[in-house]
């Protein structure tokens, strides 16, 4: 009689974050201003950049590559830092403001699944864009695909757990939208700096490279230009990642509030 009673009610919680997922997908297809920021906009940067003559010859300073190829890695992790800091916090925040996240509070959800609902959506979308970059690289501007192709897909999926924990610590900690826009401003120079948007990682300094590569951007820049080049992404750079993946993860569930 009680397994009968509690049955139904175990399953509340999975069938209330399949239901705030699919809500949350069906509302991010109809946002224009998101779609074109993360998954076409660095791809539209490679473009132009790539169209540079200068970019599409070999530069020793870069190991012989050409910083067309040096920049696929740079616009892949792009659509991470854009979805990651500048789309998912201003939306949860938002939710906040509104009391949407309050009248969530009393039902079923929990925090883990308006966080995990946004981080997949953003995610999926991220890698999407990643795809696209890979594919307009290889087909415009004859850009090796990665030639160490196992490597880059896990550099990848642990740098966007990375940019988008980093996205959900702030949507944690931030009380309002005004306030999310501007913690995310504040960190996503930083992060397109450790990317390399300005000066690819490989260009940087000894020096400066070295401390870049303890950020998480810094260092998927580098597990992407080394599993590009055809090595395993290096085990420090791939642990620095699941090392911030892991910490900002536990923080955004920490500090997570309905209101």
Known sequence: ?????????????????????????RIFRRE????????????????????????RETDAGLGGIRLVDAYVPVTVLLSLIMAGLQAMPP??????????????????????????????????????????????????FDVPLPRQAFGYVLALLLAIACGLALGALVSALARTTKAATAIGSA????????????????AMPDALARIVELAPLGAAAQALGEAAGGDWPSFSHLGVLVLWAVALSAGAARWFRWE
């Open 1 to 25: 009689m009680t397994a009968a009673v509690t049955a139904p009610h175990a399953g509340a919680p999975r069938r209330a974050s399949a239901a705030v997922l699919k809500a949350e997908f």
């Open 32 to 55: 224009p201003g998101a779609l074109f920021w993360i998954m076409l906009f660095p791809t539209i940067l490679l473009v132009v950049l790539g169209s540079i003559p200068s970019f």
């Open 91 to 140: 939306l949860i925040t938002g939710y906040r403001e509104r009391g949407i996240l309050r009248r969530m509070s009393a039902t079923p959800v929990r925090p883990s699944a308006v966080l995990g609902a946004q981080m997949g959506i953003h995610g999926a979308a991220a890698l999407v864009s990643a795809l696209l970059s890979l594919a307009v690289g290889r087909l415009v």
């Open 187 to 202: 960190v996503f120079f930083p992060s397109m700096f450790s990317a390399g948007v300005w000066l690819p990682v490989q």
